[in-house]
T-cell receptor, first 114, second 113 residues
Framework: AQTVTQSQPEMSVQEAETVTLSCTYD???????LFWYKQPPSRQMILVIR??????QNATENRFSVNFQKAAKSFSLKISDSQLGDAAMYFC???????????FGKGTSLLVTP | ETGVTQTPRHLVMGMTNKKSLKCEQH?????MYWYKQSAKKPLELMFV???????ENNSVPSRFSPECPNSSHLFLHLHTLQPEDSALYLC????????????FGPGTRLLVL
């Protein structure tokens, strides 16, 4: 079974600063996909970024980027120029090419202070 | 409407009630999912449908009964629930299974009294 671990229950960052959220996962598969989702107080789960394991290049989406270390099974999310609207729960998730379910971590609550 | 919608957004029911949650996706996807999100627990997959066929039933109690009449609609029928079933129920859809990105609806917050 695959497991996803987010070791930081809460993180805080000042507006305009950079923050990195950690995620590690355990799998025996070689072909899989990793995601970061954001869940603001509205509870809508919103896709932030996606990474294919076969790609060596780290995914980026505007102010969001990942540091994907396949050998270490690590998948951290970096948020640059943090904004108040970035405050939310952030979930790391895994899915294999042959799977159905997204396997989620327990989440990291990000607080953004002015 | 765009994306994935869910109704109702909030639901309070007694343990003897029967109610249904509705999910509709406007993305032209072929797979739909129900997830349960309880406090302090990771999201749990409940059911997966692909092209209206159920492909996964993740050991969910029979008091939860899914229905997928077509690829755009997914229902979760609820009966004789327990207080521990109180949670946020999230619907998602994707183009296919496996590698495809899943897109979520806003959820139904359920309280069982």
């Amino acid at each position: 079974a695959q497991t996803v671990t987010q070791s930081q229950p809460e993180m805080s960052v000042q507006e305009a600063e950079t923050v990195t959220l950690s995620c590690t996962y355990d799998t025996s598969e070689s072909d899989y996909y990793l995601f970061w989702y954001k869940q603001p107080p509205s509870r809508q789960m919103i896709l932030v970024i996606r990474q294919e394991a076969y790609k060596q290049q780290n995914a980026t989406e505007n102010r969001f980027s990942v540091n994907f270390q396949k050998a270490a099974k690590s998948f951290s999310l970096k948020i640059s120029d943090s904004q108040l609207g970035d405050a939310a729960m952030y979930f790391c998730a895994y899915n294999s090419n042959s799977g159905y379910a997204l396997n989620f971590g327990k989440g990291t609550s990000l607080l953004v202070t002015p | 409407e765009t994306g994935v919608t869910q109704t109702p957004r909030h639901l309070v029911m007694g343990m003897t009630n029967k109610k249904s949650l509705k999910c509709e996706q406007h993305l032209g996807h072929n797979a739909m999912y129900w997830y349960k999100q309880s406090a302090k627990k990771p999201l749990e997959l409940m059911f997966v449908y692909s092209l209206e066929e159920r492909v996964e039933n993740n050991s969910v109690p029979s008091r939860f009964s899914p229905e997928c009449p077509n690829s755009s609609h997914l229902f979760l029928h609820l009966h004789t629930l327990q207080p521990e079933d109180s949670a946020l129920y999230l619907c998602a859809s994707s183009q296919g299974l496996g590698e495809e990105t899943q897109y979520f609806g806003p959820g139904t917050r359920l309280l069982v009294l």
